[in-house]
């Protein structure tokens, strides 16, 4: 390969390759580097690690990177031994979790789609990337784009749920608000959009499991909110742990090589997970660590995240012949070129100022921007017979469950320096509005389980607090019960088989029900959780997800009505775990609802439908939905027009949702697909016409190949408030 070197040169690329022909085969595997830093570990710690080490290879020019150092004194301290006493002086690039706020901590992100705000969304990632930038960081693992349909898997806590277009819209959403316009800004910091590809889909909901799926579900369902990534300037991509089609992703040249690198011609680099280089000798598919190097450098990975694989055994397999420099050149270039994207090279302390990390980390408030996502992210899941809003005057509220008066679990996981227990919890929050509370706890808490639980976590057996809720139960007007889980109980590697109320919590909602049916159920969780009982019983329900700092205060707004709910469901709610997996955008099967009386595909025991589907989410008003048209097809485009009125007595938001299907295919497609979504806020009795457009790109699909086709015929075209409330149907006829 010939290197172009220029003395003076101008673009990126020839700053990045007159840099790269100075390199020597060391410094450029160096580049390739990535360790964790020195106090905190977000994967399992390998045995070479050794911070004396770190130290040295960063002064020899053999780092690239290092995860999970932040804070500028701490930054400064390392990158000023890259600059200065390395040859060549080539600064770290700092990665970190950043994934729903640095300091202050917004929705966690199943909560934050729930919105269906795309702009409070990019706000979020915005202020996470002013906050991570001003404490040195530069580098988020942020977007996760893993569709699931698993919500025993922990991780859905950390994604958009189960559609692809929806994970797509989010996705572009953070990428903005954390690159900016411009990522040479100092307050712009690099996405990576992750985990490439298929990890939603582990068997069984179980955390890193083996991973099964049709290329047809591989090229429409997982891979489309990677490829918006990719066409929205994503700087970085992160390997998944998983395998696909018998190989593991981090050495998956079919997807890193062809798909992602050739195809879609992405240009920013590949960080393997951490650790998955070595794990793929782990799968079975490397012989030994050096094997693993090869196949992940062959493969596509540009970055080995904590393996020690590149940093050890990349040299002796360019010296031998195994594999040629080339390759490490092409990696080296393009993490040069991120680095040179970032401004690194013109100022490697610009994320280091001590000053604007006191002003942005100790002296700006972002707690408004932190309430609108909370606020935003609440979905009205059940309310019979208006029972919410409460009135203002409510003579007496019990409050019940542990999770009322927690001030940590609503930060969520993945918190990064979130500061413990600075949550706004919910007693805190309804304390502004009333003091006609009395709060028991009803499941008690314990306080100090070892490991990696979290300190605040319900009790599985002890019922000792229940005499005291039942009494208090009784004595109350209303009863306000705040359960689900705690916030370590969903994220990586926190899959449950059984995703009910933890603990003994069912047996209280029911011993509390037994005296008082007036219960408004609080759920706070990161999963979608199976809550037949209650979706049965409790007369109202709101989903509060993980609401972060602000949660008590947003939590209180919507309950007394100072705020009308308006999120819609990312996720189905399955009424039982033996429906999972279970998503709206399923295909009809040969043997549908109506088929036969008995020769159907259903269930014995259970109703095939969720307990609440993709999409649903209700309002202090109502809505009606009327007039769809469909004009015929002008420069490319279908615009579909609806409108929408405000049927009710309050000012609400809704979220109407564009639904199509494709009803004849040479593959077959799902009965419905989401392929646009708008909100609209309407007074009492006001009416607004909403606009869909439809193209190509939303009429067609991927076949097996990974080929785009669209297919001329008939479409169902679906506008509704949910994927199970179709309000208005017409056919679009493709010619
Ligand atoms: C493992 C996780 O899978 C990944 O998402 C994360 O970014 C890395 N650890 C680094 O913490």
């Known amino acids: 390969m010939t290197i172009a070197c220029s003395h003076n040169p101008n673009t990126i690329d020839e700053k990045v390759d007159n840099l790269l022909s100075q390199m020597t085969l060391d410094e450029k595997i160096g580049q390739l580097v990535q360790y964790n830093g020195f106090w905190d570990a977000t994967g399992p710690i390998p045995q070479e690690s050794n911070t004396k080490k770190k130290y040295e290879d960063v002064k020899q020019g053999l780092v690239g990177s290092v995860l999970n150092v932040y804070g500028t004194a701490q930054v400064r301290k390392l990158q000023e031994i ?150 929205n300037n994503v700087a970085t991509v992160m390997n998944a742990f998983n395998v696909l089609n018998g190989v593991p992703c981090t050495g998956n040249t079919m997807l890193v090589r062809n798909i992602l690198k050739h195809t879609w011609n992405f240009k920013g680099f590949v960080v393997s997970d951490w650790g998955s280089i070595m794990e793929l000798a782990t799968h079975g598919y490397a012989r030994d660590r050096a094997h693993a190097a090869q196949i992940a450098i062959e493969a596509g990975c540009d970055m080995d995240m904590e393996s020690y694989a590149y940093r050890n055994d990349l040299k002796p397999l360019v010296e031998n012949g195994t594999i040629p420099e080339s390759l490490i050149d092409d990696a080296v270039r393009r993490i040069l070129r991120i680095k040179f994207e970032l401004g690194l090279f013109d100022n490697p302390y610009k994320y280091c100022d001590s000053v604007r990390e006191k002003t942005i980390l100790h002296a700006t408030d972002f707690s408004k921007e932190a309430l609108q996502s909370a606020l935003e992210a609440i979905v009205l899941l059940k309310n019979d017979n208006s029972l919410l809003p409460l009135s203002k005057n409510q003579k007496h509220i019990a409050v019940i469950g542990a999770l009322a008066n927690d001030k940590d679990s609503p930060i969520g996981n993945w918190r990064a320096q979130a500061l413990p227990s600075s949550a706004v919890s919910v007693l805190e929050g309804l304390a502004k509005y009333t003091s006609n509370i009395t709060y028991v706890q009803g499941a008690v808490l314990n306080t100090n389980p070892a490991g990696f639980t979290h300190k605040v976590s319900i009790n599985e057996t002890d019922k000792s607090g229940f005499a005291e809720a039942i009494a208090v139960a009784k004595k109350s007007e209303v009863v306000v019960m705040v359960l689900g889980e705690n916030c370590f109980q969903s994220g990586e590697a926190r899959s449950r088989s059984d995703i009910g109320l933890p603990g003994v919590q069912q047996e ?198 990974g080929a785009f086709t669209v297919e001329p015929g008939e479409f169902e075209i679906m506008i509704g408030s949910g994927s199970d409330a179709i309000l208005l149907r017409s056919i679009l006829v493709l010619k």
């Open 82 to 231: 890259a600059v200065t006493q390395s040859r060549l002086g080539i600064p770290l690039i700092f990665g970190m979790d950043v994934i729903h706020g640095y300091k202050t901590a917004f929705p966690v992100p199943i909560a934050e789609a729930a919105s269906w705000n795309m702009q409070t969304i990019e706000q979020a990632a915005r202020i996470s990337a002013i906050e991570a930038s001003a404490a040195g960081i530069n580098w988020t693992f942020a977007p996760m784009l893993d569709v699931s349909r698993d919500p025993r898997w922990g991780r859905v806590m950390e994604g958009a749920g189960e559609d692809p277009y929806l994970t797509a819209q989010v996705g572009i959403a953070k990428i903005k608000g954390f690159q900016g316009t411009d990522l040479s800004h100092e307050q712009s910091i690099a996405a990576c959009a992750k985990h490439f590809a298929g990890y939603g889909f582990p068997i069984a909901g179980r955390d890193y499991n083996t991973v099964d799926v049709s290329m047809v579900t591989l090229y429409n369902d997982i891979l489309p909110p990677f490829k918006a990534a990719v066409d």
């Open 508 to 705: 209280l909602l029911e011993a509390v029900y037994a005296v008082n049916k007036n219960i408004v159920l609080i759920l706070m969780n990161g999963r979608p959780l199976t809550i037949p009982w209650a979706g049965a019983h409790v007369p109202a329900i709101l989903e509060t997800w993980q609401l972060g700092s602000q949660s008590g205060n947003a939590i209180a707004q919507v309950l007394f009505g100072d705020f009308n709910p308006q999120g819609k469901l990312p996720m189905s709610f399955p009424r039982s775990v033996g429906q999972i997996p279970l998503y709206y955008n399923h295909l009809n099967t040969g043997r549908p609802a109506g088929f036969n009386r008995v020769f159907w595909s259903h269930y014995t025991d259970i109703e095939n439908t969720p307990l609440y589907s993709f999409g649903h989410g209700l309002s202090y008003t109502t809505f009606a939905y009327s007039n769809l048209e469909i004009t015929p097809k002008k420069n490319g485009e279908y615009t579909i027009t609806a409108r929408i009125t405000n049927t009710g007595t309050r000012v609400g938001t809704e979220t109407p949702q564009l639904y199509i299907r494709d009803i004849v295919a040479s593959v077959v497609r799902p009965v419905k697909e989401l392929k646009g979504f708008t909100k609209v806020t309407l007074k009492p009795n006001e009416s607004k016409t909403i606009e869909f457009v439809l193209t190509d790109a939303e009429l067609g699909f991927y076949t097996e190949t």
